[in-house]
């Protein structure tokens, strides 16, 4: 790695950047620098602020407080088009792509090659895609239309795009998550190269190994604030993560050990085509199952069939012995599972409805006195549970929306533990929810296992998935490829059959 | 509408930069080569294509069949006819359809016509205005009452449906506030105003021509300008137009504005056609329009179809009222066949789409293999 010092200046730099979203603080007081000719890394676990910081500096977000400086002067991005224009190009996490337009068009869009009377050069456009795909070196075909493009092809569509606009800052919010190990291996030489040229850039991965292969600093953020800016040469991976985290793991993974009881679920050879294939396993009662997995894998896709939201084409589920018919939710429902998805305000809430509405509604028969849904039964229904799961509220009436991100989960969990469930399926439950919070739900999905739940836990967080599962599924393109039990469950082992690289 | 898609992930990455990836089958679909791989993305563009195809031989068959019986349909006269009757709904199609493909819609239209069509006549009636500028006045009086649906919808936030469908009514309510009840005859206007919607051009109704130059020209606009291409963008991915640096605001209130534009244009050929106008003037044609779109093949969730498409399905829904009428069947029943092929034609879209991302499932499991 070639050690030049770089020049006084940032490029670009964050100077005490606040941001709050409604009650939730995503970003507190946070500074960053980024210098010419350098890879800097931004660390930080799920809901550290790290996407919201990215964000800011591309112009989608404006900063609450603090400033934004581009060559030490201050700067301000009302919008996306002014962050490109001052020569930020981002690659975002979840693909942001046309999918009813080409290929090429994806890559150019705002920005293509003119001919005469203003006309597109389309055959200027098409050669520059295919350069761009020859530098990358992948064989991406730049007509085909973006709909229908794998995770991984749509992210190496995402990066072209990044490429093609000579940026002097290049962003990367985990760009590798969906590429194989070739593929993020050109990427990287690619992204030498530009650094070579007096590129900025921001690198945001989870994967260790990449942050120490490729950056010079890393900045560490933690529950929206700043905590270290190092040199990599400094620190060892283990520092990073302390740094990351920050506390005892054990306080955040309060698991109790259960006894595995009858089998709950029962999922055989399940497949929808092009989705995922020949899927396999069991869920007993008083057990956690994780099933991890990159983003794309699949994962959510067998919870939403098993639950009957998507019909599958192949297999079968089983409940309590009893086959579910395909593509019937009703039917899961009656026989005792429970979803709580990863969306929790799409799909989750009834966002302006009261609290106690939203706890009675997946169980509006229990709460009926004739034909009318009675508000008493509803309110007695909704205290209940409240308690039990220590919801912060300052009254039943109140519209969900005004509470915090995790008493909203524990609104969900409440609908659904009140129907007391056989199956409990959580996709991503503590995804947006701060750490205290976080450290509850924990404990209660621990303990609802231990009182003979059966739990399935789609959980992108390594952490989580190593704290609370008693046998960790890996899940890679569509297929399970792997099935650990808690005790050898390490993060390498995960993260390593979740990208391919071994079916362990 | 964009999340089966990004559920697809997963499967499918062939060696992607390894030398391997021109052996045999490892760059399935993705070669440019027209391959015996490359079958679905052909599939793609059949499909796309057949959505105008599809209604070319919708054309066919009617006049086919229309002609048969009652050859007479057939004929000079009667075609100019259907030219002539479709070219103002085409038009109106065209600008519409720049409006829907930003994921929009405008139902106010046809109280645009309305308005544009009695003020424009009012003012030929009583004054000596010369005609070339009632015309360009029409044009800026749409563009001002498309303005006004741009800026509810685009800098507003209304929703689209709910911010037009309130214009339908309040520029209908200026309309007949400022008609009083007064009704313009073809008498009072100047002769040559009246002329320009009966003459012809090398045999061709002036009113299809003016329609087919506009027709020609968004449509260019659309494929080539990259202000067009920004439009299907904002339709097939408005959080990613965003992202992308477009200037969605700009462009959805400049749809709405060229829309309402035409609109006005198409008001002064109504009024020049049918010589008699009053303040309920198309009533009721929003709908027509939106018909003619959507059975064109224009996606009503923005991002696909093209110009040439909608204004083939205006020229088909015209086909149809002529056709019917030839064929003697009841008047009443028109209304209904109408929305019978409107459902027809709302349903093979929903059955193609759904083929095609099974197809295209389909293909990247096998490319997975």
Same mark, same amino acid.
């Given at each position: 790695?070639?050690?030049?010092?770089?020049?006084?200046?940032?490029?670009?730099?964050?100077?005490?950047?606040?941001?709050?979203?409604?009650?939730?603080?995503?970003?507190?007081?946070?500074?960053?620098?980024?210098?010419?000719?350098?890879?800097?890394?931004?660390?930080?676990?799920?809901?550290?602020?790290?996407?919201?910081?990215?964000?800011?500096?591309?112009?989608?977000?404006?900063?609450?407080? %603090?400033?934004? !400086?581009?060559?030490?002067? $201050?700067?301000?991005?009302? &919008?996306? *088009? =002014?962050? #490109?224009?001052?020569? @930020? +190009?981002?690659?975002?996490?979840?693909?942001?792509?046309?999918?009813?337009?080409?290929?090429?068009?994806?890559?150019?869009?705002?920005?293509?090659?003119?001919?005469?009377?203003?006309?597109?050069?389309?055959?200027?456009?098409?050669?520059?895609?295919?350069?761009?795909?020859?530098?990358? %070196?992948?064989? !991406?075909?730049?007509?085909? $239309?973006?709909?229908?493009? &794998?995770? *991984? =092809?749509? #992210?190496?569509?995402? @990066? +072209?795009?990044?490429?093609?606009?000579?940026?002097?800052?290049?962003?990367?919010?985990?760009?590798?998550?969906?590429?194989?190990?070739?593929?993020?291996?050109?990427?990287?030489?690619?992204?030498?190269?530009?650094?070579?040229?007096?590129?900025?850039?921001?690198?945001?991965?989870?994967?260790?190994?990449?942050?120490?292969?490729?950056?010079?600093?890393?900045?560490?953020?933690?529950?929206?604030?700043?905590?270290?800016?190092?040199?990599?040469?400094?620190?060892?991976?283990?520092?990073?993560?302390?740094?990351?985290?920050?506390?005892?793991?054990?306080?955040?993974?309060?698991?109790?050990?259960?006894?595995?009881?009858?089998?709950?679920?029962?999922?055989?050879?399940?497949?929808?085509?092009?989705?995922?294939?020949?899927?396999?396993?069991?869920?007993?009662?008083?057990?956690?199952?994780?099933?991890?997995?990159?983003?794309?894998?699949?994962?959510?896709?067998?919870?939403?069939?098993?639950?009957?939201?998507?019909?599958?084409?192949?297999?079968?589920?089983?409940?309590?012995?009893?086959?579910?018919?395909?593509?019937?939710?009703?039917?899961?429902?009656?026989?005792?599972?429970?979803?709580?998805?990863?969306?929790?305000?799409?799909?989750?809430?009834?966002?302006?409805?009261?609290?106690?509405?939203?706890?009675?509604?997946?169980?509006?028969?229990?709460?009926?006195?004739?034909?009318?849904?009675?508000?008493?039964?509803?309110?007695?229904?909704?205290?209940?549970?409240?308690?039990?799961?220590?919801?912060?509220?300052?009254?039943?009436?109140?519209?969900?929306?005004?509470?915090?991100?995790?008493?909203?989960?524990?609104?969900?969990?409440?609908?659904?533990?009140?129907?007391?469930?056989?199956?409990?399926?959580?996709?991503?439950?503590?995804?947006?929810?701060?750490?205290?919070?976080?450290?509850?739900?924990?404990?209660?999905?621990?303990?609802?296992?231990?009182?003979?739940?059966?739990?399935?836990?789609?959980?992108?967080?390594?952490?989580?998935?190593?704290?609370?599962?008693?046998?960790?599924?890996?899940?890679?393109?569509?297929?399970?490829?792997?099935?650990?039990?808690?005790?050898?469950?390490?993060?390498?082992?995960?993260?390593?059959?979740?990208?391919?690289?071994?079916?362990? | 509408?964009?999340?089966?898609?990004?559920?697809?992930?997963?499967?499918?990455?062939?060696?992607?930069?390894?030398?391997?990836?021109?052996?045999?089958?490892?760059?399935?679909?993705?070669?440019?080569?027209?391959?015996?791989?490359?079958?679905?993305?052909?599939?793609?563009?059949?499909?796309?294509?057949?959505r105008e195809l599809g209604i070319v031989v919708a054309l066919a068959a009617l006049f086919?069949?229309t002609?048969?019986?009652?050859?007479?349909?057939?004929?000079?006269?009667?075609?100019?006819?259907i030219l002539?009757n479709s070219?103002?709904i085409a038009?109106?199609a065209?600008?519409?359809?720049?409006?829907?493909?930003?994921?929009?819609?405008?139902?106010?239209?046809?109280?645009?016509?309305?308005?544009?069509?009695?003020?424009?006549?009012?003012?030929?009636?009583?004054?000596?205005?010369?005609?070339?500028?009632?015309?360009?006045?029409?044009?800026?009086?749409?563009?001002?009452?498309?303005?006004?649906?741009?800026?509810?919808?685009?800098?507003?936030?209304?929703?689209?449906?709910?911010?037009?469908?309130?214009?339908?009514?309040?520029?209908?309510?200026?309309?007949?506030?400022?008609?009083?009840?007064?009704?313009?005859?073809?008498?009072?206007?100047?002769?040559?105003?009246?002329?320009?919607?009966?003459?012809?051009?090398?045999?061709?109704?002036?009113?299809?021509?003016?329609?087919?130059?506009?027709?020609?020209?968004?449509?260019?606009?659309?494929?080539?300008?990259?202000?067009?291409?920004?439009?299907?963008?904002?339709?097939?991915?408005?959080?990613?137009?965003?992202?992308?640096?477009?200037?969605?605001?700009?462009?959805?209130?400049?749809?709405?504005?060229?829309?309402?534009?035409?609109?006005?244009?198409?008001?002064?050929?109504?009024?020049?056609?049918?010589?008699?106008?009053?303040?309920?003037?198309?009533?009721?044609?929003?709908?027509d329009?939106?018909a003619a779109v959507v059975v064109g093949g224009?996606?009503?969730?923005?991002?696909?179809?093209?110009?040439y498409g909608a204004a083939l399905g205006a020229l088909l829904l015209s086909s149809i009222t002529s056709a019917l009428?030839?064929?003697?069947?009841?008047?009443?029943?028109?209304?209904?066949i109408n929305?019978a092929l409107i459902?027809t034609a709302?349903?093979l879209?929903?059955?193609?789409?759904?083929?095609?991302?099974?197809?295209?499932?389909?293909?990247?499991?096998?490319?997975?293999?």
């Amino acid at each position: 790695m070639a050690e030049e010092e770089h020049s006084a200046s940032p490029v670009l730099a964050l100077r005490d950047v606040t941001k709050s979203f409604g009650a939730v603080r995503a970003l507190r007081g946070v500074s960053l620098q980024l210098f010419a000719g350098e890879a800097h890394a931004l660390a930080g676990e799920n809901g550290a602020g790290k996407s919201t910081l990215v964000k800011i500096m591309a112009g989608v977000h404006r900063p609450d407080g %603090g400033e934004i !400086l581009l060559d030490g002067r $201050p700067v301000e991005f009302s &919008s996306p *088009a =002014d962050a #490109q224009q001052a020569g @930020i +190009a981002v690659i975002y996490q979840e693909p942001t792509l046309f999918p009813d337009l080409s290929v090429t068009e994806n890559i150019f869009m705002g920005r293509q090659p003119r001919g005469r009377f203003g006309r597109i050069d389309r055959a200027a456009m098409r050669r520059q895609a295919a350069g761009l795909f020859a530098r990358l %070196g992948v064989q !991406l075909d730049p007509d085909q $239309p973006a709909r229908g493009l &794998s995770i *991984a =092809d749509q #992210q190496l569509v995402e @990066i +072209a795009k990044a490429l093609s606009r000579d940026a002097r800052v290049l962003i990367m919010d985990e760009p590798t998550a969906a590429l194989s190990g070739n593929e993020a291996a050109r990427l990287f030489g690619v992204v030498r190269a530009l650094r070579e040229q007096g590129c900025a850039v921001l690198f945001i991965s989870h994967r260790l190994d990449e942050i120490f292969e490729l950056c010079r600093r890393a900045t560490t953020l933690r529950d929206g604030a700043f905590v270290a800016e190092d040199l990599i040469a400094d620190i060892t991976p283990d520092d990073l993560v302390r740094r990351m985290v920050g506390r005892e793991l054990d306080a955040l993974f309060p698991k109790q050990e259960g006894t595995p009881g009858e089998v709950v679920l029962k999922v055989d050879r399940l497949t929808r085509e092009g989705v995922f294939t020949d899927v396999s396993f069991q869920v007993r009662r008083g057990e956690i199952v994780a099933l991890a997995g990159l983003v794309g894998a699949g994962r959510s896709e067998v919870a939403r069939a098993i639950f009957g939201i998507d019909r599958w084409d192949a297999g079968s589920v089983e409940v309590l012995g009893r086959r579910l018919p395909p593509g019937s939710p009703t039917a899961a429902m009656a026989a005792g599972v429970a979803l709580v998805p990863e969306d929790r305000r799409q799909q989750g809430l009834v966002m302006n409805l009261s609290i106690e509405r939203n706890i009675a509604l997946a169980g509006l028969s229990a709460v009926r006195r004739g034909p009318l849904v009675s508000p008493a039964l509803e309110r007695s229904r909704a205290r209940d549970w409240a308690i039990r799961l220590r919801l912060k509220y300052a009254r039943l009436s109140d519209a969900v929306e005004v509470l915090s991100g995790g008493n909203q989960q524990k609104v969900v969990l409440a609908k659904w533990l009140a129907r007391e469930p056989a199956l409990l399926i959580v996709d991503e439950p503590t995804r947006g929810i701060d750490v205290g919070t976080k450290a509850e739900v924990h404990r209660l999905l621990s303990e609802l296992a231990v009182g003979g739940i059966g739990i399935l836990m789609i959980s992108s967080e390594l952490p989580e998935v190593l704290g609370m599962a008693d046998r960790v599924l890996v899940m890679h393109e569509g297929r399970l490829v792997a099935e650990i039990p808690r005790a050898e469950a390490t993060e390498e082992n995960v993260m390593s059959a979740a990208t391919g690289r071994s079916a362990a | 509408m964009s999340g089966p898609e990004t559920l697809l992930g997963g499967a499918g990455e062939p060696a992607a930069g390894a030398s391997a990836g021109t052996g045999a089958g490892a760059g399935a679909g993705r070669a440019p080569a027209p391959g015996p791989a490359a079958g679905g993305r052909r599939l793609v563009e059949r499909v796309a294509r057949v959505r105008e195809l599809g209604i070319v031989v919708a054309l066919a068959a009617l006049f086919g069949v229309t002609g048969a019986v009652n050859p007479s349909f057939l004929g000079l006269d009667s075609l100019r006819d259907i030219l002539l009757n479709s070219s103002i709904i085409a038009m109106l199609a065209v600008g519409q359809t720049l409006v829907v493909v930003t994921r929009n819609v405008d139902l106010s239209v046809s109280s645009v016509v309305g308005l544009t069509a009695f003020g424009g006549a009012v003012v030929l009636a009583d004054t000596g205005v010369p005609i070339p500028v009632v015309i360009v006045g029409c044009v800026l009086a749409g563009a001002l009452c498309g303005a006004v649906n741009g800026l509810l919808v685009g800098v507003a936030k209304v929703p689209a449906l709910v911010a037009t469908l309130g214009t339908l009514y309040a520029f209908r309510g200026i309309d007949f506030a400022v008609a009083g009840g007064r009704q313009v005859n073809a008498a009072d206007m100047p002769e040559s105003f009246l002329s320009l919607g009966s003459a012809s051009v090398l045999g061709l109704p002036l009113l299809a021509l003016v329609a087919l130059v506009v027709l020609l020209a968004v449509g260019w606009m659309l494929g080539n300008l990259p202000w067009g291409r920004e439009l299907y963008a904002i339709g097939s991915n408005p959080d990613a137009a965003v992202l992308a640096g477009i200037q969605v605001r700009r462009r959805v209130l400049a749809a709405f504005v060229l829309n309402g534009a035409l609109a006005g244009l198409a008001g002064v050929m109504w009024a020049a056609r049918f010589g008699t106008v009053d303040a309920t003037v198309a009533t009721g044609k929003e709908l027509d329009v939106i018909a003619a779109v959507v059975v064109g093949g224009v996606a009503i969730f923005g991002g696909s179809g093209t110009v040439y498409g909608a204004a083939l399905g205006a020229l088909l829904l015209s086909s149809i009222t002529s056709a019917l009428a030839v064929l003697r069947v009841d008047a009443l029943a028109q209304t209904a066949i109408n929305g019978a092929l409107i459902i027809t034609a709302i349903v093979l879209d929903r059955v193609l789409a759904l083929r095609v991302a099974a197809a295209l499932r389909r293909r990247r499991y096998r490319d997975a293999r």
